[in-house]
């Protein structure tokens, strides 16, 4: 994968998608092409999380990370300074994950979503999340835009 000219940092991202703050849960993109993303997340060892519950960020708060990539790279296609058009996320499917917290993996988690199909009004991502060279979350999840 690779993209030309600098890849998105985190001021970037949170430009251009819908969370704010410590909600914008991306540290930067490391490649990406028009139907794949590769992203840095380092935010899931924080001790104030905003979706840790009782102290701990069970493994399903992964699907958020997933999205925001999702997000990202559809920033990304669309080449504007401004964010695209909201996507909102309607369904995921075949979510598998190995463990159950997200808060006691390595300190970097590689988020990864591929453009499986889709056309102006829709999209089917498939996205894993890996940390020290194993997937800990995959599945895939059906985006709509709100065009």
Sequence with gaps: MSASGPL???AWIAARIPHAGRMCLLER????????????ATSHTGTDHPLACAGTLGMANGIE???QAMAVHGA???GS????AAGFLTSVREV??????????G???????ERLSG???????????????????SGRASVMLSV
């Design 81 to 84: 300074e401004t964010a695209p």
């Design 107 to 113: 300190p970097e988690l590689q988020v990864h979503a």
């Design 119 to 137: 056309d102006a009004h829709t999209i089917l991502y498939g996205f894993r999340l890996e940390t020290a060279g194993r997937t800990v979350l």
């Design 96 to 105: 598998q994950w190995e463990g159950s917290r997200l808060d006691t993996l």
């Design 76 to 78: 990304l296609l669309a």
């Design 65 to 67: 990370y997933a999205a």
């Design 29 to 40: 993109v490391l490649a990406w092409d028009s139907s794949r993303i590769h992203c840095l």
């Design 8 to 10: 998105p940092d985190q």
